[in-house]
């Protein structure tokens, strides 16, 4: 690993060459470097929290001038309750899954003396692009030793104390290890990113960890497959079916447990016929934790009574916003077809929800919403690696290939045909007088 | 099905629509559709095939006066012996096969009352962009329908004609069907390209089915996900300890059983021991099938003996070359490691083989080569969905996300995840006192 002044190509390169050597070490060592970077970090972590303290410190300056938003000082902050423990956490995770390299994932015979594998195995080199989130940084080098990738991270300048004092201590611990030097690379030119998008020839796959802005920057200006999501749009569609008390605590949870993270609930969809019944009291408990409803007229007149402070007129654009905030939209519906198509529409993909008692609905809105999560009672803020189970997450994918919704280890392999045979002749092969046939039979894994 | 003339973004806008509709259809509904286009287009062979004809003329004029390459007069001729039989033999295939779609994946236990499934599910919106090679229509609707994926096809000027027939059996078909008439749209607008990769909102993966020039222009100038290959520069490893009277079987018919196709061999590497022992036979057999040999010295010092015709002496650019033609560059490699360092740097990661009897050395050469198909004693030919067994294929891709070598139903679905609950709050979850701990458990599919 190495905290580099190379070039943006020089670093792509060398994390290339490493890839190869990387993607052959058997998971003990692979591991072994795992548990070797959380020890390093436990010892290191006075040091990296005072280096966090003062990216914090000019953080909560910049957002008290209105230059950076408050939702951004919240992701920066690695002394918030649990974090450090779970980018602990997190790493020895990783170590305890099981190797996601080479799995048999199929096995066939394509015809007698031929036969065909499939087997997991790395990607190649990872750009990570992130602005907040110190923690990323552990967390994807974990990921990308565990899976047998290399990985370049570029860091916000947000986060350059977190970031310099935690690389320094993984970088410490991996020249005890067999990952090469080159598999893990920190860049920290300046203005380094537009120059890494060009690397196609070195780089396999683009991650940004970041704001709408970063991600649709980063699709437009480069012809590596990029893997993120832009917005967190997630809506909740509220049916006069749903559990009264029990739906306030699922929206309560799904916008006020961390109004920053992307699958905080940003839209709330009523049916017509639950405005005057399971609403109010959502309402309520939402306007005490300090939640602002923007609301359309119906729900608006439905909620009049309540006298409840924080209530404001809904404009179209609150339909298409992430608010990262304490804010959420309000919107009257009057079916389960206009919920799908209003989230199909204005929602990101990301993740969505149905309060329902009804089964077939339920059901109905799973198959029908086009999104990453689609929950029945369930709240959207599940979505999330950790909480999936996947040990820890690179990053949350609204794309609609090769991994969609949290992704962990998996999302981090692709995987390669190997064929073994006797040097037949393709020409000998198909139907008809004298071809030899086809088998294609599935053989045990 | 409609063939139109409407505008890029209209287009894509109703195949959007269309898609949502085609993603609920029973796998009953996908079948009949096949089985009528597969009706449609046995009834219209002759008017098919003389449509073909005339595009075939054209081309070959063009070939003539040196405007267009005899590669795609090759590609372009659906009359081409088996063409056509196999064209058809693959939509009643893609029918056979299992249903991708509604797929459990993975079902899990999060926590207590908390459950999860991955479901397969379909992409969206697919974007073929397509030179020569008329039977991609029919290859592609059949995909796509059965995936229950809306498909817009671009074909390129040179397959005008035999497009336009295809398309009018298709089209005429699918109105007897239950498959929306949007879900598949064939764009005859001209330049309408640049237009199409716009459309971002709409349309969810990009698969170019065309040259090199075709691939990399389309991956610069979209946002949208690109599935494809550029090159397919092959190669084949000849070590020392190959069968020598195999490895001729194998090395020719990797060459000259379709020297346009993508999975053609194009470089020879052999070992420089066995250049007096193995090679003289090859290149002897090669030339005698009118492969013209680009050799390195040593190579062509080892064949001087032989006064073979069509030895030429190798350029630098030739192994970066993708000939499409009778053409194999030849180049002496002292070891595995030099030949394994080779094909990761020349090729083109789309398939490669070792021919050896050295089992270690072969799973040395497959780990190590970081190609979509690693083959020993194999060729390269191979490559090719209808062989794996997929019924048919949608092309063959060298990314290293989603799907990679023959891409054939699988590739053409992503998952969601659908989580059931009771409402409960997240933040009830975790460890110590009071929490609710994550189960984290795996059920039965």
Redesign the interface.
């Known amino acids: 690993m190495s905290l580099t002044n190379a070039s943006p190509e020089a670093a792509a390169s060398s994390a290339k060459t490493a890839s ?1 050597t990387l ?2 070490l058997p998971a003990s060592a692979r591991n072994a470097a795992l548990e070797t970077i959380h020890a390093a970090l436990s010892e290191a972590k006075d040091d990296i929290l005072a280096a966090n303290a003062k990216d914090l410190e000019a953080a909560r300056k910049a957002a008290a001038d209105g230059s950076l938003s408050q939702a951004l000082v919240s992701r920066l902050d690695l002394g918030k309750k ?1 974090k450090w423990e779970d980018m602990l956490k997190g790493i020895l995770d990783v170590r305890g899954l099981d190797d996601p390299i080479g799995q048999v994932q199929m096995r ?1 015979q ?1 015809a007698d003396g ?1 036969t ?1 594998e499939r087997v997991s195995c790395p ?2 080199v990872l750009l990570i692009i992130f602005e907040a989130r110190p923690e990323v940084i552990a967390n994807i080098a974990s990921l990308a030793i565990k899976s047998g990738n290399s990985a370049i991270l570029k860091g916000g300048k947000e986060s350059t104390e977190s970031f310099v004092a935690i690389s320094k201590a993984i970088s410490a611990a991996l020249e005890k290890t067999e990952v090469p030097n080159g598999a893990i690379q920190l860049v920290t030119t300046r203005d380094a990113i537009s120059q890494l998008l060009d690397q ?1 020839r070195y780089i ?2 683009v991650i940004p960890r970041g704001g709408n802005e970063l991600v649709r920057y980063i ?2 200006a480069t ?1 590596i ?3 993120g999501h832009a917005d967190g749009i997630c809506s909740i569609y509220l049916t006069a079916s749903a ?1 009264k008390d ?2 306030i ?2 929206v ?2 799904s916008k006020t ?1 961390y109004p920053a993270a992307c699958n905080s609930v940003e839209t709330l969809l009523v049916q017509d016929t639950a405005l005057p019944t399971v609403l109010p009291g959502i309402a309520a408990a939402l306007s005490e934790k300090g939640v602002s409803l923007r609301c359309d007229p119906a729900s608006k007149a439905a909620l009049a009574s309540l006298s409840l402070p924080n209530i404001q007129d809904a404009v179209p654009e609150d339909y298409d916003t992430e608010h990262l905030s304490l804010t959420l939209s309000v919107k009257t519906v009057p079916s389960i077809d206009e919920a799908i198509s209003h989230i ?1 529409a204005h929602g990101s993909h990301h993740t969505d929800a149905i ?1 329902t008692s009804d089964k077939a609905e ?1 059901e109905r809105f ?3 919403v ?10 959207t ?3 999330d690696g950790m ?3 996947f040990g820890t997450e690179v990053g949350i994918s609204t ?7 949290p992704v962990g280890l998996e999302g981090l392999t ?14 000998g ?2 139907e008809g007088e004298g071809k030899i046939p ?1 088998t ?1 039979a599935r053989l045990p894994l």
């Open positions: 190869f993607a052959t649990g066939s394509l031929l065909m990607i190649g196609d396999d796959l699709k437009g012809k497959p990029v893997l559990d029990k739906a605590t699922g309560v949870d447990s199909n309060f339920a799973m198959n029908e086009d999104s990453a999560g689609v929950y029945w009672n369930a709240s803020r599940l979505a909480r999936y189970g794309n609609k290939i090769h991994s969609r919704g692709i995987y390669k045909y190997k064929i073994r045979g006797d040097y037949q002749p393709t020409t092969y198909g086809w294609h």
